[in-house]
């Protein structure tokens, strides 16, 4: 609504967060339909929540899992630019085609195209497991 894109939206949410008073923060929340994550795919807390949802980190999966994005682990601008480019976001489909040994890289095909992955940041971004391709919401399992 603001015009700023997602690797932005935390440059002024911070200061929001402490300085707007709640009843503003309240309608604007109304105002963006009650969103459950923030753009980094992060949920966005209810005061009854306890705990949020435990997910793998994408390095976590084999050859041939399929995964949707849930977050981003990180809210660094110029990670998140660089997981945009790969078009690793929230709501993306993955699959995973190779995982080299020893903490190499990670092969994940990402709207069609593969894309090759460091173990650092294959780290940094978290994934709800799918069956099959094309699935949504299936198959949500906690790490340990």
Same mark, same amino acid.
């Given at each position: 609504?603001?015009?700023?894109?997602?690797?932005?939206?935390?440059?002024?949410?911070?200061?929001?967060?402490?300085?707007?008073?709640?009843?503003?923060?309240?309608?604007?929340?109304?105002?963006?339909?009650?969103?459950?994550?923030?753009?980094?795919?992060?949920?966005?807390?209810?005061?009854?929540?306890?705990?949020?949802?435990?997910?793998?980190? $994408?390095?976590?999966?084999?050859?041939? *899992? @399929?995964?949707? #994005?849930?977050?981003?682990?990180?809210?660094? +601008?110029?990670? &998140? /630019?660089?997981?945009?480019? $790969?078009?690793?976001?929230?709501?993306? *489909? @993955?699959?995973? #085609?190779?995982?080299?040994?020893?903490?190499? +890289?990670?092969? &994940? /095909?990402?709207?069609?195209?593969?894309?090759?992955?460091?173990?650092?940041?294959?780290?940094?971004?978290?994934?709800?497991?799918?069956?099959? +391709?094309?699935?949504?919401?299936?198959?949500?399992?906690?790490?340990?």
């Amino acid at each position: 609504m603001l015009g700023y894109a997602w690797n932005e939206a935390d440059k002024f949410a911070v200061g929001f967060e402490h300085e707007l008073p709640d009843e503003v923060l309240e309608r604007l929340f109304v105002a963006l339909h009650r969103p459950a994550t923030c753009p980094h795919g992060f949920p966005i807390p209810q005061i009854d929540d306890a705990e949020l949802p435990a997910t793998p980190d $994408l390095y976590a999966l084999e050859p041939g *899992e @399929v995964a949707e #994005v849930a977050l981003s682990g990180s809210t660094d +601008p110029e990670l &998140v /630019t660089f997981l945009g480019t $790969l078009g690793l976001m929230p709501g993306v *489909e @993955v699959v995973v #085609v190779e995982k080299h040994p020893f903490d190499g +890289p990670l092969v &994940v /095909t990402v709207g069609g195209q593969d894309r090759t992955l460091g173990e650092r940041v294959a780290r940094q971004i978290y994934v709800n497991r799918r069956d099959h +391709p094309g699935e949504r919401g299936s198959n949500q399992r906690k790490h340990a």
